[in-house]
Each structure stands twice: as structure tokens, then as C-alpha cells.
């Protein structure tokens, strides 16, 4: 079983849809969660950076943390074409000395003018 | 503000020759800096990390090796590529330790 579970998509949405983005994961102790979004031959951008449970709204996007179903989301209101993009789930246990990120596979979304 | 350059941006080799990624990143010093590869539907893979000038430590032991030799400057080299090499190699940094990582634009590497 692999620690984090991202479904890869592709995901397509009309333009003005909201977009709800998942990822489950199985180790306990994760409790840093974060949000790339990817756009294809670059780099990925950082979107959300959450701490342990609750939600975190920044403009259109809420990211989501629910550790008790190990589960977190990202939603995107009103999309927009330029969300089309690959978006990447990370995490990340407290302490350590590697600051050791674990990523979901990613999500390519479609956003359809 | 930081920012992060990578070069080249893509790269075509043939099997069996060296190999040299460059990383530097500006604007913030004494970064921690990471490799990472990224390989269609498998996700980013750390490869090496770095918390200071000449301190490497490896992910995944592999035909790669990393070097840092300055604050700011991070390396991945190969002395022979293999085919599994190609991917698309991201080098990343984070302020300190417990901070998020920021990425670089990434090289796309091709081996043939």
C-alpha cells in the first residue's frame, strides 16, 4: 500500500464548476499537508500549506484536512481554464531531520472554456 | 524574494555518458536543497538532500550522486547514464529544516 493514494485523473470540468481534488493517505503520523499545483514542463508551484485538521480558504481554493479519515481535499470554485494543471498532494510528519516530503501521484485536471 | 534556477533546461544524452545538473537559488542563505525525480504517473522521488555546503545524504542509492559546493549551489551528476535515468529532475529548497520546500523550473532529461 502505498503511503499516499492520489486518484491520477484526468479530471474535466466545465469553466465556472467547483473542482473537489482528493488524497487518502495510511501513516498516522503526518501532520503537514500541502498542495502543488503543476502546470505540464514546470515546476510545481506551491498552493496550500495546512497544519494538522481543518480547513484553509485562499481565494478560490479551500484546502481541507480530515486526519481522522486520513483524507484531505482541495477545492477550486469557479474554475477557471487556467486551472488546467497537474495538482500534487504532499505531507509530511512532524520533526525528523529530512523535512521529508511524501507526494501523491497528482491529479491532471481539465478545465473546458 | 528567493528564486530558484535550474539548467539546462532539457537535456538529450546517450547511454553511457556523464552527467551534470546545476542548482543555485538567490535571495536567502544556508537553504536546505533536494533532488527530486519525477517520472510519469509515479509521483516526485527524493533522490538527495542537502542541510549544508558538502553534507549530501541519499534517498536512493542509484547511479547519481549529489554535491554541494557552495551555500547555494547543488549538483547532480552521473558518471555513466543508463536508460532509466530520463525523467524530469527538480531540485527544491525550504528555509529550514521544518519549513515547505519551493521548486525550481526543472530539467527534462533524456537518455537514448
Known amino acids: 500500500q502505498k503511503e499516499v493514494e492520489q486518484d491520477p485523473g484526468p479530471l474535466s470540468v466545465p469553466e465556472g464548476a467547483i473542482v473537489s481534488l482528493n488524497c487518502t493517505y495510511s501513516n498516522s503520523a503526518f501532520q503537514y499537508f500541502m498542495w502543488y499545483r503543476q502546470y505540464s514542463r514546470k515546476g510545481p508551484e506551491l498552493l496550500m500549506y495546512?497544519?494538522?485538521?481543518g480547513n484553509k480558504e485562499d481565494g478560490r481554493f479551500t484546502a481541507q484536512v480530515d486526519k481522522s479519515s486520513k483524507y484531505i481535499s482541495l477545492f477550486i470554485r469557479d474554475s477557471q481554464p487556467s486551472d488546467s494543471a497537474t495538482y500534487l498532494c504532499?505531507?509530511?510528519?512532524?520533526?525528523?531531520?529530512?523535512?521529508?516530503?511524501?507526494f501523491g501521484t497528482g491529479t491532471l485536471l481539465a478545465v473546458q472554456p | 524574494s528567493q528564486t530558484i534556477h535550474q539548467w539546462p533546461a532539457t537535456l538529450v544524452q546517450p547511454v553511457g555518458s556523464p552527467l551534470s545538473l546545476e542548482c543555485t537559488v538567490e535571495?536567502?542563505?544556508?537553504?536546505?536543497l533536494y533532488w527530486y525525480r519525477q517520472a510519469a504517473g509515479r509521483g516526485l522521488q527524493l533522490l538527495f538532500y542537502s542541510v549544508g555546503i558538502g553534507q549530501i545524504s541519499s534517498e536512493v542509492p542509484q547511479n547519481l550522486s549529489a554535491s554541494r559546493p557552495q551555500d547555494r549551489q547543488f549538483i547532480l551528476s552521473s558518471k555513466k547514464l543508463l536508460l532509466s535515468d530520463s525523467g524530469f529532475y527538480l531540485c527544491?529548497?525550504?528555509?529550514?529544516?521544518?519549513?515547505?520546500?519551493?521548486f525550481g523550473p526543472g530539467t527534462r532529461l533524456t537518455v537514448l
Open positions: 527544491a529548497w525550504s528555509a529550514r529544516v521544518t519549513d515547505t520546500q519551493y
Open positions: 495546512t497544519y494538522s485538521s
Open positions: 535571495g536567502t542563505s544556508n537553504p536546505n
Open positions: 504532499a505531507m509530511r510528519a512532524l520533526g525528523g531531520a529530512t523535512n521529508k516530503l511524501i
